[in-house]
């Protein structure tokens, strides 16, 4: 039986996305799946390189989001890049689409993990970065590693 604090596994990373972006705000959120696409999850077959969220009537929609299809599925196997709803509140997602409305902002898919048996999307509000911005963090980066290799030298 599952714990309450059982640690979550991560099944994908989307590491473009913090590239690219300001994370502003983090949101868990489940996704609606069919079992083939659980099963594919769980040998690691998706890709959230190019995946983004929506809001369509009310509804918060993943897409982009690749998953493969399942070696041993059969005519169950769904399209790999179709898209998928995502479950949030109705004011979590009348909030979201006020900050997206008004100040521009992106939802993008940060994070894809098992958590207690389910699986969920940890979605980021993002704000995207200008070129002078990823250089800076990259700038900062780098300075840290320096300090850490100094530091551990001593």
Known sequence: MAGKNEPRKVIALNREARHEYFVIETLE???????TEVKSLRASGVNLKDAWADIDGGELI?????????????IFNRDPRRPRRLLAHKA???RLAQQIKLQGYT??????????GRVK??????KGKKLYDK??????RDA???IDRALKQQ
């Not at 959120?29 to 079992?35: K, N, P, R």
């Not at 939802?107 to 207690?116: G, R, V």
């Not at 250089?135 to 900062?140: E, F, L, Q, S, V």
């Open 135 to 140: 250089r800076a963090t990259a700038a900062k």
């Open 92 to 94: 979590e997602i009348r």
């Open 121 to 126: 999307v940890e979605l980021g509000l993002c």
């Open 107 to 116: 939802l993008a898919p940060l994070s894809l993990y098992f958590k207690n």
């Open 144 to 146: 840290q590693r320096t």
């Open 62 to 74: 993943l897409k982009g989001m690749h998953i493969s299809p399942y070696e041993q599925g059969s």
């Open 29 to 35: 959120t489940g996704i609606e799946l069919v079992g």
